[in-house]
């Protein structure tokens, strides 16, 4: 390769380097933008009662008896069949 093809090779790929910096960039200030109003974001106090609420024993049962059987709602392996019979 001559020295002014492997100059202009090194040109267009610098560009593409500083064109993804530039696109990464713009990117990540629309990320930083949603993270800040989320933060921003405010619960009602009902949503919030709602979320804190503890989980009901009608409600419990009402998810475990619609899993698979052989699926497992814990880390330890548990399957859901085990759990609907005892």
Known sequence: MSRLRLL???RRKL?????SIQSNQAELDTLQQDCDQLL???L???AVEVLDKDFGEEE???CLFSMAGNKAPGPDGTPAT???HY
């Open 44 to 46: 009602e106090r009902d």
């Open 8 to 10: 202009d090779w090194k």
């Open 60 to 62: 419990i049962k009402q």
């Open 15 to 19: 560009r593409d380097v500083q064109l």
């Open 40 to 42: 921003t974001m405010r």
């Open 82 to 84: 085990f759990l609907k």
